[in-house]
């Protein structure tokens, strides 16, 4: 199977294609850490929850339009941004208490649900790669549909690139009065400015009490979409104390699901800095540019 290797940077809607760097790409998650001595005389470590991701991109070489595109966002031609960069070395695009089914946070921070008669928890009763699920609570019969939020508050939704397969999984397993349940996943299209253009649904997966399953969809966006919301929508089969469990959220480059990875979102980056490669062969090159990003909130 072909490996999709293209990396895409800019403003959401306006995503330039830059290839993937020979050079490499250093990327470590930073979790500032604090240690505190203690009255014993021994110490003890804290570690925040909340990490940012700095990026290293060194080319060996770049052609000099692919350079001047870079070098344009840089230099402030395409506003303050925040910028997106996707990259398929971060295989699974959502936030990691999303993928994470909770556990980052022990709560629901990132996901939202709309409809009456159900609420959203986290949970260690149930879980399929732990240590958190999140837990559906139905406290009567009614349409559910749970949205995973936007990584930026300036984004309505996770970038997209019009044309480039996306697939989105979840693991799901009932629980309750009545554990057997349609669950629903589905890709909402949106344009630059959130407005809805179209939704993806898949086929529907049914829950049950025995063991997690995975339900997934795939969806092409389409030619003005920018951004794109990922939904849990549950159809049928929801009773006064019935309880879905999801896990293990996934939303991945491609139309088929792969195993699952961690997640730590296409969030919203700025610029640190752009090194500037000397030219090579009449211009036509840029030989070892660096470009340094860094996540921003």
């Known amino acids: 199977m072909a490996v999709d290797n293209t990396m895409y940077f800019g403003r959401p809607g306006h995503l330039a294609e830059i290839p993937h760097p020979r050079g490499g ?6 979790r500032p850490t604090s240690v505190f001595p203690t009255a014993s005389g021994a110490a003890r ?50 936030t990691v208490n999303q993928s994470g089914a909770t556990s980052l946070y022990n709560a629901t921070d990132n996901f939202t649900i709309s409809g009456s008669g159900c609420t959203i928890s986290s949970t260690t ?19 559910g549909d749970l949205t995973l939020d936007s ?36 890709l909402e299209w949106l344009d630059s400015t959130g407005v809805a253009l179209s939704t993806t649904s898949g086929a529907g997966g049914t ?10 969809v795939s969806g092409t ?18 009773s006064a104390g019935s309880i879905l469990y999801l896990d293990r959220f996934q939303l991945e480059r491609g139309s088929s699901v792969t195993s699952w990875r961690p997640g730590t979102g296409v969030m919203p980056v ?27 909130s």
């Open 221 to 238: 966006p389409p030619a003005n979409a920018v951004f794109v919301k990922c939904h849990v929508k549950i159809s049928s089969g929801m």
């Open 151 to 186: 990584p930026s508050y300036s984004w309505p939704g996770i970038p997209v690139v019009a044309g480039v397969a996306l697939t989105f999984s979840v693991y799901h397993k009932g629980g309750g009065t009545d554990a057997i349940m349609t669950v629903v996943p589905a």
């Open 45 to 94: 470590v804290g570690r925040s929850v909340e990490g940012r991701r700095q990026y290293a991109l060194q080319w060996e070489q770049l052609w000099y339009e692919t350079y001047a595109a870079i070098e344009a966002i840089a230099q402030g031609h395409e506003g303050t941004g925040p910028f997106a960069l996707i990259d398929p070395g971060r295989v699974n695009y959502l």
């Open 125 to 143: 009763a149930q879980f399929d790669r732990g240590p958190r699920a999140l837990q559906w609570n139905f406290t009567f019969a009614a349409s």
């Open 207 to 216: 829950s049950a009490s025995s063991a997690f399953a995975v339900t997934s």
């Open 270 to 296: 700025s610029v640190v800095s752009l090194v500037d490669g000397w030219p090579w062969q009449a211009a036509d090159f840029r030989a070892r540019p660096v470009l340094t990003l860094q996540e921003v």
């Open 25 to 30: 790409v250093d990327d470590p998650r930073n």
